[in-house]
């Protein structure tokens, strides 16, 4: 069975640097894209970013385009998030994803990330 698990939360002072990573089995990691997740308290869960297979596409989304860096190690199956400048509204749980077909399907417990004025 598919098995995420993330870790690199804490906590930070604004303009921070926190990186997330999310370690992954059960699947063929070489071959999934994969994705960034957060949810703030009292939000629905949002798209961070996501990266293709092959590592040579990435997508952000706005809030956190230029800020944060999505990338993974195929031979470690290993996902990663790199996390600069970082902003009190970027306080949530971080969750990575594998897509399939045309979903996103199963998820980590998620890591807290708290970034304070």
């Known amino acids: 069975q598919v098995r995420l698990v993330e870790s690199g939360g804490g906590s930070v002072q604004a303009g921070g640097s926190l990186r997330l990573s999310c370690a992954a089995s059960?699947?063929?990691?070489?071959?999934?894209?994969m994705g960034w997740f957060r949810q703030a308290p009292g939000k629905e869960r949002e798209f961070v970013a996501s990266?293709?297979?092959?590592?040579?596409?990435?997508f952000y989304a706005d809030s956190v385009k230029g800020r944060f860096t999505i990338s993974r190690d195929n031979f470690k199956n290993t996902l990663y998030l790199q996390m600069n400048s970082l902003k009190t509204e970027d306080t949530a749980v971080y969750f990575c994803?594998?897509?399939?077909?045309?979903?996103?399907?199963?998820w980590g417990p998620g890591t807290q990330v708290t970034v304070s004025s």
């Open positions: 994803s594998n897509h399939e077909r045309t979903r996103w399907v199963n």
């Open positions: 990266i293709r297979w092959s590592g040579d596409g990435t």
């Open positions: 059960g699947l063929i990691f070489s071959g999934t894209d």
